[in-house]
Structures are given as structure tokens and as C-alpha cells.
């Protein structure tokens, strides 16, 4: 199945009991063979980002467990877990949608950003990763991100 981009603020996690914290071991099996592109993604923004902060944080039954990587107090992104795949939502500030619009990312990227709802602190939206060529469009809005 293709990737997809979708309008939302947050997704169901695989991980939706409150009571039991994802685990490593928790995470790689259901991943299965995205594993190896969550861990890419996780060793890019570490190395990216000097102080980076993972914590795993359940918002509520409907949303699940969803991994924050932060920067100091800054949220970059959210990793949502799936079986076999896992999401990456975003919150773009105005100065980083402009970026973004003016960017090389496809255009049906684009016309999900735009259809976003406006929230105080950005445009929420999020990726499904299932495979190798969804990590250069996860790369690219981190690095718009940056700009923010």
C-alpha cells in the first residue's frame, strides 16, 4: 500500500492501555519490518539534536501511547505505533507552512498541510511510514521544522 498523508491532531496507537508502557521489545514486534525506519528516524533527530528527550506519553484511550521527541521543552514530533507501520505527526508553525509551501515536497503533501485545521501553535498533520521512501518526506519537514 502507497503512503499517505491525513488531517489529524492525533491517531490511535497500537498501545492503548494505559496501565502497561511500551517497551522496546514491545515496539519491534509490532513494527516488524518498519522497525528498522522508526530506529533511522530516532538516530537522525539524535544526532541532529544535541539534549533530545524520548518519552513515551499516554494521552488518552481513544489516542494510545505515542513517543514525544522533544528538544529541550520543544516538541519536534510524536511517533504513533501501528502494526506494521507507525506514524509521525507534526505541528507546523506559520513560518514553517509557508517553508514547507515553497518547498520540493509533493504537492499532495502540500494540499494536506493546507487543509489542516489552525490550531494556537500550528497546522497538525501526520505521515504513515510503511517503507524506505517515506523517510526522505519525514526528513525534509523536520528539517522545515528547524526553521520554525
Not at 35 to 54: F, M, N, T
Request: proline share 3%; net charge positive.
Amino acid at each position: 500500500m502507497a503512503s499517505y498523508w491525513m488531517v489529524l491532531s492525533m491517531a490511535t496507537s497500537i498501545f492503548d492501555d494505559k496501565a502497561i508502557t511500551p517497551k522496546e521489545s514491545m515496539t519491534d514486534a509490532v513494527l516488524a519490518d518498519t522497525k528498522a525506519l522508526w530506529d533511522q528516524i530516532r538516530s537522525h533527530a539524535a544526532e541532529r539534536y544535541p539534549g533530545l528527550e524520548q518519552e513515551w506519553k499516554f494521552y488518552s484511550k481513544k489516542s494510545g501511547w505515542s513517543l514525544v521527541i522533544r528538544q529541550k521543552k520543544r516538541t519536534l514530533f510524536y511517533f504513533i505505533p501501528c502494526k506494521g507501520y507507525f506514524m509521525i505527526t507534526f505541528v507546523l508553525g506559520e513560518k514553517a507552512e509557508r517553508t514547507a509551501m515553497g518547498s520540493s515536497i509533493p504537492d499532495h503533501i502540500k494540499d494536506t498541510i493546507s487543509a489542516a485545521t489552525s490550531y494556537a501553535e500550528g497546522k497538525s498533520f501526520f505521515v504513515n511510514v510503511r517503507d524506505e521512501k517515506d523517510i526522505g518526506s519525514v526528513l525534509t519537514l523536520l528539517k522545515i521544522k528547524d526553521e520554525q
